[in-house]
């Protein structure tokens, strides 16, 4: 996974592309970051003759303690996504004994041997991208009967450091998730690299869904969700333009 992304956010934006002057720190700046990303999520969906309900958004929460997340929660916001599957089983067991219908989405890589514990906790993974984690991912299903929706990562821009399958290799793996694991596959999900403008990968990732009938898009993050909305976007995730900028793991 690309550091840039995963540790650096760009600056909480407006929604348009430019920049906030403060990023939300406090109790309030959470309710108000959130309401600010809601209204954009709309603007964005009836600019393009889109039902804002069939956008989700994904409140990405990873790095941010449990007392940063309670705001959110009590604003109303039930749907969040996590990177690290340790940081996730340490916060959300608590926060879901308060909050039962939480739903807790997977957007970080996911090695194999974490594979039981994100079948437990999560009820979404967009990040399957391969195929031994199909088969972890499979066995653990089968296992404890949970079955959390699975998406599959598209690396659009063929970068070698991050996760996702390469586009021309996107039909052999869903082949092989459903045939060979009997795994169903929700949607695709990326992250386009941090240089190019967005648009060419989620007009690709767009294409690739449509041409393969997944129903689930997830595209879009703080720096540019409303463009992802336009070209398709049912589940943006969205964390610095809510919870503010992330502070660098040590
Ligand atoms: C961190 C992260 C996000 C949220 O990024 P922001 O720029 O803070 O909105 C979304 N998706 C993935 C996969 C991430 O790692």
């Not at 840039?4 to 700046?29: C, F, N, R, Y």
């Not at 009820?123 to 991208?129: A, F, G, P, R």
């Not at 793996?173 to 694991?181: N, Q």
């Not at 993050?221 to 502070?247: C, E, K, Y």
Request: with cysteine; aromatic share 4%.
């Amino acid at each position: 996974m690309d550091d840039a992304i995963t540790e650096q956010g760009p600056l909480p934006s407006d929604g348009m592309g430019h920049p906030t002057a403060k990023p939300p720190v406090g109790e309030a700046d959470v309710a108000a970051g959130l309401a600010e990303v809601r209204a954009a999520i709309v603007r964005a969906a009836e600019d393009s003759d889109r039902d804002p309900a069939e956008i989700h958004l994904v409140a990405v929460s990873k790095t941010v303690p449990a007392e940063g997340i309670l705001p959110a929660l009590e604003a109303g916001q039930r749907v969040f996504g996590e990177n690290y599957v340790q940081e996730s089983a340490a916060k959300w067991p608590a926060l879901r004994a308060r909050y039962p219908d939480v739903e807790l989405h997977l957007v970080g890589p996911l090695q194999s041997n974490k594979a039981r514990e994100a079948v437990s906790l999560f009820d979404v993974i967009h990040s399957l991208d391969r195929l031994s984690l199909a088969a972890a991912l499979a066995k653990e299903i089968a296992r404890s009967g949970r079955a959390p929706k699975l998406l599959i990562q598209v690396n659009t821009g063929a970068e070698p450091q991050k996760g996702g399958v390469l586009p021309d290799q996107l039909a052999t793996l869903l082949a092989e998730c459903r045939d060979t694991h009997g795994l169903a596959i929700h949607g695709l999900m990326c992250i386009p690299p941090a240089e190019d403008p967005p648009s060419a990968h989620f007009a690709l990732l767009a294409r690739l869904a449509r041409q393969h009938n997944l129903p689930i898009l997830s595209m879009g993050m703080s720096a540019d969700f409303p463009a992802a909305i336009q070209l398709g976007a049912t589940h943006v995730r969205v964390g610095t333009a809510i919870f503010g900028a992330r502070t660098r793991k040590a």
